[in-house]
């Protein structure tokens, strides 16, 4: 058994969903591992993770809008404002969505389903580089 | 230190929480492996999974109806409706919910609180064959 | 590679965030493990976990707060009611956050972010005491 990490950087342009999956296999693929676990963790707490949909980029826009919806800016009992508006909803979504994901890893590759991608899901309006750790245990 | 991985089927009759705790909890006691730890992965985007109360069927209920008015069909800007009008509406309570969870290998057994099943929330209303894959770590 | 898994007790006062990081991360530093994975997991169905930003306790009052309007008490079409009012919505909000969370272990203590803690999210009114289970894998 073996294991090995690393970090990986994503740069967003504002809220949205960034796909990080062929990042993600790509790496996993090198570390000579055929079955395993891979987990993937977000270092942040104003964007997060989720796994969703690939095919139709309809359904991240969608999602987008559904979160928005959901957790509104500018909610008159925030008390926690001098992040800008912006700031608590995005604590809000990463609640609802995921800090760490698991992905079992198959044949060296990411077990994912057929429509299933791996996202970085940015809750702010800013540019930002955010950070991912990656960590791969198996043999 | 070992591992193993297997991938279990749930067929679905319409949108609920099928229970799969007994059938998970076998073939984690038949691995040998006495300390551990389980990881469960939902490999598709419209069914989730989730860590719920099993002992009254009317919290299961609830759960269902709660998610069917957070997320209501037929919201008139879905842009993702080429799949049915479940199907936009099953992306966002999956992502609401987990794709994957973790669950502690105690004695050779899950290590779950006395009042905690394991669930395939499915989202859609047609019959569905499911996948999960399991991983087991451990020793 | 070697695991080991402990539980801790946490001792909560009514609905709030209760963090944690500072016992998780004594215990792993003291496992011989410079790189590894913990996972956290809630054994109960009425509380939960979460990570979330541990700089402005305004955070963790905002966070509350939406959770108590998203999810209110005495919704006319709960059944699930012998346990109490905050019963349901207490199950609700356990599956809208985390039963389980991982975090990579770096150097031997928590792969967090700067502004990172976990956190122990009680969704019950009345005086609970909490089991969290602590697995760590890694060498």
Known sequence: MQQAQTEISVSTQGQGLYEVTRDVDTWVSRQGVDTGLLTVFCRHTSCSLTIQENADPDVQRDMLEFFRRLVSENEPWYRHRAEG????????RTALTDVSVNIPVTGGRLGLGTWQGLYLFEHRHHPHHRKITLHLLGQ
Chains 1, 2, 3 share one sequence.
């Open 85 to 92: 508006p912006d700031d608590m909803p995005a604590h809000i």
